[in-house]
């Protein structure tokens, strides 16, 4: 008891520590580019989420990880839509109905580094990165967009895209980049609007807390009607799982770290316990299997009464039988599709298959049988046993 006490003590003392450890450790900051209302890191939206009702005058903003396609049967021709996202390819169907929304009287905002698929297609543009531009001025950390008359500063890698192919669609450039290429457009379509824009980045909490640049969030957003707005994070982070139990513990450092230093505890408290208790464990000879023995006794009785002619014939009833039960085949008749099926299950010759059939066939036939006659069909027969097993 005072060894165990010991162990105890010691996994009790590694355990506390660790946990303090970890309490106390600042956490890494995390740049994944989230845009989600929830996030405080820098790539996150919840800034945007905490002033958005402004814009909106006070309307709800309601935050969904469900696609499009999934929220169809709401009404959203009175709502707007906004989407933020590192790239954006809609499918079929949610292209269908955000189309569809936006003819009847949604308005949505969509800002995405790269927008494609069906949207693309159906709008007839597209989006490109100048990346010789970037090269050539790798020594600048910083660019300008600008909108209207009014120019705001970020950092490179958040205005690298922009709008190319426009001359087939009708639409007004509302932002451009330093080189004057539209990074922010709005385009009519039946009585709703789309304002499409390729500066994601813009609308997370590094950006718009940085020096002018929550003017610029906030003249882009302006396209925007007020009234009951849908926030959709899907296209962004995907559908967001059951919060199980399990997943809050290891999706929280402490809680992960704590649970992991259990299991190892436990394991190691398991190894030691095994150690010190763990008893030799004795041979228990198994039961003799007397069957064998009989069967010989009464083959000897058979062999030495003479009947060979009985004992044939109880070897082929009980061959018929073993491939009853094994091979589950009706030999009612033993015609050529019997004999391809045996053949295939038994991996044996349909030629050997029949003669062995044609020799059972003849035995029961005859009055009596030799000796040779009996030991041929044994062969035969244990040679397929040999194969399959009985």
């Known amino acids: 008891m005072r ?60 935050s969904l990880n469900l696609t499009l396609y999934e929220i169809q049967d709401e009404d959203l021709s009175d709502k707007n839509l906004i ?14 109905v955000f189309l569809n929304a936006v003819n009847s009287g949604m308005t949505a905002f969509v800002s995405a580094s790269n927008i494609g698929g069906q949207l693309a297609d159906t709008l007839k543009f597209d989006t490109d990165a100048d990346e010789f531009y970037y090269v050539m001025n790798a020594d600048q950390d910083s660019t300008l967009a600008k909108v209207e008359n009014d120019s705001y500063k970020f950092k490179r890698d958040a205005l690298r895209s922009f709008f190319v192919d426009l001359d087939s669609i009708e639409h007004q450039v509302l932002a451009v980049n330093a080189e004057d290429q539209p990074i922010a457009i709005s385009v009519p379509f039946g009585a709703g609007k789309i304002v ?50 399990m997943r809050v513990i290891l999706t929280t450092p402490a809680l992960k770290f704590a649970y992991g230093v259990s299991i190892i505890s436990l394991l ?18 198994p039961l003799r299997n007397t069957s064998l023995e009989f069967v010989k006794t009464i083959g000897k009785l058979y062999l030495k009464s003479g009947n060979h002619k009985d004992i044939a014939e109880k070897k082929i009833q009980y061959f018929l039988e073993f491939i009853r039960s094994k091979y589950y085949l009706n030999f009612q008749q033993f ?25 059972m066939d003849r035995i029961k036939k005859q009055p009596s049988v030799s000796v040779q006659e009996l030991k ?5 027969l244990e040679d397929i046993y040999g ?4």
């Open 196 to 245: 499409l824009n390729t500066t994601p980045m813009a609308f997370t909490n590094n950006y718009i807390f940085f020096k002018n640049n929550a003017q610029y969030a906030s003249n882009l957003l302006s396209q925007l009607p007020q009234r009951e707005t849908i926030w959709s994070e899907y296209y962004q982070l995907g559908r967001l799982e059951v919060q199980t139990p």
């Open 83 to 96: 989407i933020l996202a590192d790239e954006l390819y809609m499918d079929a169907e949610d292209t269908d």
């Open 335 to 359: 015609d050529r599709d019997f004999f391809e099926k045996l053949s295939s299950k038994s991996g044996k010759d349909v030629v050997q298959l029949k003669k062995l059939f044609d020799m």
């Open 387 to 390: 194969t399959n097993g009985r």
């Open 376 to 380: 041929m069909l044994n062969t035969q």
């Open 3 to 62: 060894g165990d006490k010991k162990y105890y003590a010691i996994i009790i003392f590694v355990f506390l520590a660790l946990f303090l450890i970890q309490q106390f450790q600042k956490p890494p900051t995390n740049y994944d580019h989230t845009f989600s209302h929830r996030d405080k890191n820098p790539y996150g939206g919840y800034v945007l989420k905490d002033i958005l009702p402004e814009f909106m005058g006070g309307h709800e903003i309601e």
């Open 268 to 285: 190691i408290f398991m190894v030691f316990e095994a150690k010190r208790k763990q008893r030799i464990i004795p041979i228990i000879e």
